[in-house]
């Protein structure tokens, strides 16, 4: 069964990237929001494994980036939850992550870690093309290493 997300980011062009990402790890994209206000009833429509939220999401007077974190975790806490941002301070990080999001990353994202993170939350993806890749990646590295 793929594993189903939701991607927030105010901008089309980050979604883009993000869905890209997404998809060549096995993601199957359910939903996209613009805004927090958006992506609140799309989650508790789609109720998604994953949601991606930008850092800097719009909200006035809707629920801001942290809230909806707290949102998410507290009606499905099994959903994973990752911060991107193109920039993003140590305090931020560690705030979104007591909140309960999975992990935050600063834009560009770094596939291999986006895929290590999700592959260890939803082990399912282990399963996909990119991960056949990166074991052959691997496995070709260490036998130039034991040369």
Request: aromatic fraction near 6%; charged fraction near 20%.
């Amino acid at each position: 069964m793929a594993v189903r997300v939701l991607i927030t980011d105010g901008s089309p062009a980050i979604r883009d990237t993000i869905r890209r990402h997404l998809e060549c790890i096995g993601c199957e994209i359910v939903a996209e929001a613009e805004t927090a206000a958006q992506a609140l009833p799309l989650f508790r429509t789609v109720r998604p494994d994953i949601v991606t939220l930008g850092t800097q999401l719009r909200y006035g007077g809707q629920p801001n980036p942290f809230d909806l974190v707290r949102v998410i975790k507290r009606e499905a806490p099994e959903t994973s939850v990752l911060m991107i941002g193109s920039s993003l301070f140590e305090e931020e990080a560690e705030l979104f992550k007591n909140a309960g999001a999975l992990e935050c990353f600063i834009a560009p994202i770094q596939f291999a870690n986006l895929w290590r993170t999700l592959s260890e939350a939803h082990p399912q993806l282990m399963a996909g093309t990119f991960a056949a890749m990166m074991s052959a990646t691997a496995a070709a590295k260490a036998s130039r290493v034991s040369r």
